[in-house]
């Protein structure tokens, strides 16, 4: 039986994709089509490892007066939905693709602004969902309100019960939660320089980089480099898994993806190269969609073999 794995998305967003060819700024721009995802990286992971096969429960935040797309999403996927539900509106990220001009524009609004009470919630759910389940993924920014430690205060009693924990996010959020030694964490390589504050030149530089951190507690460190791949790297080994060149249709949650393939990997006992060639196939895989959207698992398989892995001493 597929362990049970949690996400959590304290900031999600529905992702309103709309193609104008040639968008022009200070002008009149016609859509030519749009579609609406529920999105937010966490949810974007339970969306990936559902079509994987395993049993995922999401939390977080939600605005209830936009939940329609989420509630579709977790019950065609039968996704246990735990999230904490708050009064307004969910976020919307605007992104405008261009293919005429090969452009992708972001618009991304700002998130909710849970309170106190909203935190405790939260917290309350998380201590729930460890009597029953092994993995909790945590994805995503930090919203309005709530302290960029948050995640440190989430993580650390997850540890002490002995759960594995994987953290994606970035900048402060990313910088205080570390200190809870989650045992995974995917920044892409802007993101290690920034919370590392130093410029990483090489992928030498950038597996020693990572050496320090699963040195303080960690025990992978996943760092995606856009189109010159992936490093996967732990204590003992260190791997640069390279995709071959894509048609890219989005970037909308390739990097979740990877998460969800790594996350996929680790959980049925693969090796960090079979993690490394899985989690880059499922990348590939979502920047062939429109929108947060895997092709076939077989399809993903066939991928796997397409990836490029040699290791890195």
């Given at each position: 039986m597929t362990r049970r794995i949690v996400t959590v998305t304290l900031n999600p967003a529905i992702d309103q994709t709309v193609s104008i060819p040639n968008f022009a700024a200070n002008a009149v721009n016609r859509v030519a089509w749009k579609q609406d995802d529920a999105g937010g990286k966490g949810v974007n992971v339970a969306s990936f490892l559902a079509e994987a096969?395993?049993?995922?429960?999401?939390s977080g935040f939600l605005g209830r007066e936009n939940d329609a797309l989420f509630k579709t999403l977790f019950h065609q996927k039968q996704i246990e939905d735990h999230f904490?539900?708050?009064?307004?509106?969910?976020r919307i990220?605007?992104?405008?693709?261009?293919?005429?001009?090969?452009q992708v524009t972001d618009i991304n609004y700002p998130g909710q602004a849970p309170t106190h009470p909203d935190v405790?919630?939260?917290?309350k759910v998380v201590h729930a969902l460890a009597g029953s389940c092994d993995w909790f993924v945590f994805s995503g920014s930090v919203p309005a309100n709530v302290s960029t430690t948050i995640y440190d205060e989430l993580i650390g009693?997850?540890?002490?019960?002995?759960k594995t924990v994987v953290l994606?996010?970035?900048g402060d959020a990313l910088r205080f939660g570390l200190p809870a030694k989650p045992d995974l964490i995917k920044p892409n390589q802007a993101e290690l320089e920034e919370v590392l504050n130093t410029r990483l030149e090489s992928h030498g530089a950038i597996v020693a980089a990572a050496?320090?951190?699963i040195d303080s507690g960690l025990t992978y460190v996943?760092?995606?480099m856009g189109a010159e791949g992936a490093l996967f790297i732990d204590r003992a080994q260190a791997f640069h898994a390279q995709p071959p060149p894509v048609v890219l249709k989005s970037t909308v949650g390739a990097g979740d993806a990877m998460v969800a393939g790594t996350v996929a990997g680790l959980v049925s006992g693969a090796s960090l190269r079979e993690c490394a060639t899985l989690g880059t196939a499922f990348s590939m895989g979502a920047l062939g969609e429109i929108g947060p959207r895997l092709p076939t698992m077989e399809k993903i398989q066939a991928m796997r073999k397409l990836v490029t892995v040699r290791e890195v001493v």
């Open positions: 096969g395993h049993r995922v429960s999401v904490v539900y708050l009064p307004g509106e969910t990220n605007i992104k405008i693709v261009d293919d005429a001009q090969g405790d919630g939260l917290r009693p997850l540890k002490a019960q002995g994606d996010t970035s050496r320090e951190l996943v760092v995606s």
